[in-house]
C-alpha cells in the first residue's frame, strides 16, 4: 500500500476517536489529520532532515525536543511501543486534553472548536498545536491531507452519495467556465466558483 492509501485506511478511525473524545465536526476533526499527516503521514517516523540538528521530531505529530523527550517517558512508563499507532494517540489525546504535565494543548481544542471550514481548521491547529518553522508551514499541503481524511472519513460513514452530488455540482461549474476541481468536497475553490457562477 503506498503511504496515501495507509493513511486514507487509518484516517476515518482516528477522526471518530478526535471526534468524540474532543466534541468536533468532522472538519475540525479533519483539521487536525491533515496537520499530522503532513507531518508523518500519520505514521510514528523519525524526522529525516532534523533542523538545527539534534534528534529532531518523532511520531505522528514529530514531537520534538522536550516533547519528544515527554513523548518517550510515556511510553516507557505506561510500557508502549513509541511506534504504535495506540501509544501515538494516547499521548496526543494527554497534551490536547491538558493530562500531560508542563505540555497543555486544551487551547488547540478551543481554538479548533471556532473553525467551520477545513483551510481553517488547519491553520487553526498548526497555529496553536504544531507551530511549524515559517519556512515549513506548507498550507496547502496539509489542507490537501485534511481534504483526504474528510473525504475518507465521510465514505467509512456512508455518506458517498453527498460527496457525488458535490461532485456532480464541481463538474457542472467547470462546464459553465467555473473551474473547480471535482473532488466532492465544499471547500474555498468550490464556494467562489459557485458565487462566480451566481454573479454574488
Known sequence: MTATEIFAE??????????ADFDLTDIQA????????HESGLRAVQEVHPIGGGRG????????????VAFEDYCQRTH???????ANYAYLWRELSGH????????????????????????????SFEKANPKYKHYAERDKWAERALVAYRKAIGGK???????RIQEKLTALGHPVVADGIVGKQTLAAIAAALGA
Do not use: C, H
Not at 521530531?57 to 519528544?68: E, I, K
Open 10 to 19: 487509518k484516517a476515518p478511525g482516528v477522526m471518530r476517536r478526535l471526534m
Open 30 to 37: 479533519a483539521g487536525i489529520l491533515g496537520n499530522l499527516a
Open 57 to 68: 521530531g518523532f511520531g505522528w505529530a514529530q514531537w520534538t525536543g522536550p516533547r519528544r
Open 80 to 86: 508502549q511501543d513509541p511506534k504504535s499507532d495506540t
Open 100 to 127: 500531560q504535565e508542563g505540555f497543555d494543548y486544551r487551547k488547540s481544542i478551543t481554538e479548533l472548536k471556532k473553525t467551520t471550514t477545513l483551510s481553517d481548521a488547519v491553520t487553526a491547529f498548526e497555529r
Open 161 to 167: 452519495g453527498l460527496s457525488d452530488e458535490v461532485k
